[in-house]
């Protein structure tokens, strides 16, 4: 998929959310800020949630929002953290401080930053179950000391891994993964703003594929609605048209979101989807390697795959050597990212 991804140029507002609850919660800390947690499954839209309690919070919420990436620190090597365009301004002249100390003090400084409007900043902490717990005692001291200034807000799959004196600073918000019904409307409404046509049964099936996971069910539906063969007055998202771009695929579409995630900088998708195939396929990362240089070769997308191999072949050396498949095969996944490496 060449064009943006639907998960980003769709990006829900508060009244779009498709459970009632949170849209309950989230718009009740609008008009009266606290810090959050937001928790449930993998892909029901806690990071969408928090974006878009920002959009309708701040004045300036491309400034008023900053987005922490817990795995973006603990998943990479001091220098990639130093020059992460994101970070790499609180570091400048920092060279010298340890990894424990360039977290700590972009936490801080993130924290400390004054509004660029109205009274208070959001800072969202995402993916936060990768946090060790000696970290959490230096993020429950961020809280209390810019409490009048920020507001956090926590998402994670796992509340538990919380230490109480951080659960006790925020509201919980559960969310849950949708419902059939629910991501099928969110499916009408994405489809319906792209102009592209639709029947019951291909938005049944697609819904399916989502399988209570949103952000995997809009990709697909991004992808049926690509790859659909049909004339300019004929629906594209149909149960044929699914079918054949989705009832067989299975390992290639999600390498295929990976590589497209990566592609266009949206690096916690992607690294999503290596956790899943990591995990919920087992694939090992000589095998999702494999099959990530297959994929491209086969794709219809025009990937660099000289680029490609020769990213590949690093990672390939780091992954005999190393001991984390996640870390190295995140790192091709980043590279691929940068400017001048995208398809």
Known sequence: MDAPLWTETHAPDLVDLPQPDVRDYLTEAVAEPINLILHGPEGVGKTAAARALAREAHEDPDND?????????????????????RFAHFLDGKSRLSKRDMINHVLKESAAHQPVSGQYKTVLLDNAEAIREDFQQALR??????????????????????IPPIESRCFPVPMRAPTHEETATVLRRILDAEGVGYDDQGIDFVASYGDGDLRRAILGAQLVATK???????AAVTMDTAYEALGEVGVDARVEEMLAAAASGDFEAARSTLDDLLEDEGLSGDELLAELLRVARESNRNWDLAELHQLAGEVDMDLQEGTSDRVHLSHLLAELGRSGRRA
Do not use: C, H, W
């Open 65 to 85: 929002l900053v987005e922490i990436n817990v795995a973006d620190f603990f998943g990479r090597t001091k220098t990639e953290i130093k020059n992460d365009p």
């Open 228 to 234: 659909a063969d049909v004339g300019a007055d004929e």
């Open 141 to 162: 001291r961020v809280m209390e000391q810019y409490a009048r200034t920020t507001q956090f807000v926590i998402a994670t799959r796992q509340p538990s891994k919380l």
